[in-house]
Every structure is written in C-alpha cells, then in structure tokens.
Nanobody
Framework: QVRLVESGGTLVQAGGSLRLSCAAS????????MGWFRQAPGKEREFVSG????????YYADSVKGRFTISRDNAKNTVYLQMNSLKFEDTAIYYC?????????????????????WGQGTQVTVSS
C-alpha cells in the first residue's frame, strides 16, 4: 500500500509562486508515473500535470503550461509541483497521485481512473 502526503499549500497573492510537495511512503514509487490533479469549489477534479517514472517525461494541462513545473526525486520518493505566476483561477485543492499498476511505463496518464493511489490534498488559495 502507498500513502501519499501533500504539503506546501497556502494563501498566496496573484502573481506569486508556490511549491507543492508530495511524499510517498509504504513502498517505493520510483518505477511509476505520478501526477497532480486539482479540484476547485463546485467543479470536478481535473488533471494538472504528470511525470514519467524517470522524470524525463512531463506533461501539463493547457491551463498551467508554461507556469507550472513538475519534478520528482526518486531517492526521496517525492514529487513536486512548482507553481509560478499564480492566478485566482488556480485556487483549488491539489492532489497528488501514483499510477501504481504499470511500472517503467512511458505512457502519459491524464485521467483519474488511471491512478491507483491518492493523497488527501493540500489547499491552494490565490487572492486576486
């Protein structure tokens, strides 16, 4: 079983930056793709960014492309989301997830159903 714990969410002004972290425990996730999703009030959870098991493949939702950067440190079993030029519409609960079924996969995973383990989320609030 994998446990994911996100951190780094807080209140920030529009135009500011935040770095979210997601630490995995229970077993190594270094062989699996990981991703970030978010859910704004009154909206469905949506894909934000994903990263391959090596870290060399990264992909983003159009809404965050050029502003957010995903990375991972497999030695620390941790994935990060650097968020720059934050906008009011980035306000949401951010969740990290692990695709824990296909190891060493180079596919891109953008759907919730493709991920097996989820964290509890961290709140990001951007004031306008």
């Amino acid at each position: 079983q994998v446990r994911l714990v996100e951190s780094g969410g807080t209140l920030v002004q529009a135009g500011g930056s935040l770095r979210l972290s997601c630490a995995a425990s229970g077993r190594s996730v270094s062989s699996y793709a990981m991703g970030w999703f978010r859910q704004a009030p009154g909206k469905e959870r949506e894909f934000v960014s994903g990263i391959s098991w090596t870290g060399s493949g990264t992909y983003y939702a159009d809404s965050v492309k050029g502003r957010f950067t995903i990375s991972r440190d497999n030695a620390k079993n941790t994935v990060y989301l650097q968020m720059n030029s934050l906008k009011f519409e980035d306000t949401a609960i951010y969740y990290c997830a692990v695709q824990g079924t296909a190891y060493f996969s180079t596919r891109y995973y953008t759907r919730e159903s493709e991920y097996d383990y989820w964290g509890q989320g961290t709140q990001v609030t951007v004031s306008s």
